[in-house]
């Protein structure tokens, strides 16, 4: 059960000292967001380079943007461990997880809510992670869609069938009461943001969303 903390809900001032508070967990999520694809600006290549240089652990990064064919391949360039791209914003998602993969990264493939995950299915050997998206991309501190666990049950079934090691990945609304609900349906690897930057204790919030995943495992 991995847990992979969101900077979007970090001190920007401060990202040096929030990522390092969060070392003890098994990633760092980094929302590249263009105001395009979705209603909100984050940051882009530079700042993604910069927590790199800084983060005592692997980057994830999750990219909202537009046109994914052309942006995403640069920021697996900048080394980081996994580069998400949406299945709405790429014309050629093998081509581009291949691209990924090529250069060094972990290629993943997101989901919105409204998006149906069976054309992806057949093409899940192509991707080490897919993101179920159970909020509406573009802002934190969003309501947990419990109605998407459908697909994340559909997707754990898929990976098996096809004998792969697939990363099942949600992002939105995970906290201690919902996490469960998630890793019941098949998910492994979890997004959490104010769940972990809004605690008193950043280090028992990792270690408690963790616990809390592992006793509903798949």
Do not use: C
């Not at 064919?69 to 291949?98: C, K, N």
């Amino acid at each position: 059960m991995r847990i992979q903390p969101s900077i979007l809900s970090a001190d920007f001032a401060n990202i040096q000292r929030d990522v390092e508070r969060i070392q003890r967990a098994d990633g760092v999520h980094v929302d590249v967001m263009d105001n395009h694809f979705v209603p909100n600006l984050t940051f882009g290549r530079q700042m993604v380079e910069a927590v790199q240089r800084v983060s005592p652990i692997p980057l994830d990064v999750h990219l909202m943007i537009e046109d994914a064919d052309r942006w995403a391949p640069g920021y697996a360039e900048l080394g980081v461990f996994s580069v998400t791209f949406h299945a709405e914003a790429t014309r050629d998602p093998v081509g581009l997880a291949r691209r990924i993969r090529e250069i060094g990264s972990r290629a993943s493939i997101a989901l919105k809510p409204g998006t149906a995950v069976e054309p992806y299915l057949e093409l899940l050997p192509e991707f080490d992670q897919v993101l179920v998206m159970t909020v509406e991309p573009g802002f934190g501190g969003q309501s947990f869609m419990p109605d998407m666990m459908p697909k994340l049950r559909t997707l754990r079934a898929a990976a098996e069938q096809h004998g792969i090691e697939l990363w099942l990945q949600v992002d939105g609304g995970i906290a201690l009461d919902t996490i469960g609900v998630a890793a019941e349906a098949g998910a492994d690897t979890f997004v959490a943001g104010s769940a972990v930057y809004g605690a008193a204790d950043v280090e028992s919030a990792i270690a408690e969303l963790r616990a809390a995943a592992a006793v509903h495992a798949h």
